[in-house]
């Protein structure tokens, strides 16, 4: 016989409303929210770089994760990760137990293929009553079996909502197809029900990918929450440390990764995006003439006489559209727009 109170716990609208009174939207402003937030993104991008850098600010004062700190700067925070793949909480512990203070405390777990609803109630009945406060899975794929499975995939996410429900924020590690070239805002692989039962999706990519933590790290950050969806660029520094390069709006205006390219140079294409993304995010406001001697300085293996050319006729002027003079100058990168060879 089935406990109806145990298998549809009832809340009601005072209880719910009283509860998003009292809870933070965020854990770190617009970027982790305090519900289910999922990273993914190609293999050795970075994600569990990002994570680690992420928990040391949880439980580190005043250690920043991109250039933000935690809304609640006076909660105790107490993590946990739940890994899947062989070697992962070594990994972690490299990574972060050199950094941690004494007393600080990360809870690891081995959880393996995770599928059925008895076993999330026991799991998150045990990590709250453990005074865990903060859940990180690593990897979707893994704790799944099978991401295209939508009936799996419900049910792990429903699982996490035990967590959730209860004041736990959870942070899902995924990936993202290894084929073709890397779309910025892309889908993860598997079933779109894990984008579905997310509340915020960031995808994490390489802007010049070399090796295996090539340039620098983009997020584009998606959610419910947001009214546009975000970009955050940032660098990495040694171990997992970043430096916040910039932020701000985007949007899918990069349709011509989305296209097969022929002839062409890759790195001078992939160099060519980083330019335009630079100069959007930051040469508003700027004309040509302080704009060629800015990217002289950013961009160094160019005079500013040949980033003017290219600004006025050379392949960024196809790919970028200037507006107005001066102070009122705005640039827009163009949707298609025609990426020559050199530049």
Known sequence: ???????????????????????????????????????????????????SSMLLSLMVDDREFLGMQPTNRTKVWRPAILWTDPGSDEEYAERIYPELPEEAELGIFHTGRTTQVAEWAALADHL?????????????????????????VTTVFDGLTKLTNRGVPVVVLHHESEKGRVVPGA????????????????????????????????????????????????????????????????????????APKQDRNVQVLDRNAEVVEWIVNNGQGVGVNKLQDQLTEKFPEKKASTWRYQLLQGALSKMLRRTGEGDSTRWVAVSGGSQGGSA
Do not use: H
């Open 1 to 51: 016989m089935i406990d109806i109170a145990t298998r549809f716990p009832r809340t009601s609208l005072k209880e719910a409303w009283i509860r998003s009174q009292q809870s933070e939207k965020w854990v770190f402003p617009d970027t982790v929210c305090s519900s289910v937030t999922m990273i993914y993104g190609r293999s050795n991008v970075g994600k569990a770089y990002l994570v």
């Open 187 to 258: 889908s993860p692989m598997g079933t779109s029900t894990a984008v579905q039962k997310s509340r915020t999706w960031i995808q994490v990519r390489q802007t010049n990918r070399r090796g295996l933590r090539g340039g620098n790290t983009a997020m584009v950050i998606q959610s419910n929450a947001l009214d546009q969806p975000q970009q955050l660029v940032a660098e990495p520094l040694t171990g997992p440390a970043y430096r916040r390069v910039n932020r701000g709006p985007w949007t899918s205006t990069d349709n011509e990764e989305k």
């Open 128 to 152: 709250v009553s453990e005074g865990f406060n903060f859940v990180v899975v690593d990897n979707l794929q893994g704790v799944t079996g099978d991401t295209n499975e939508a009936g799996t």
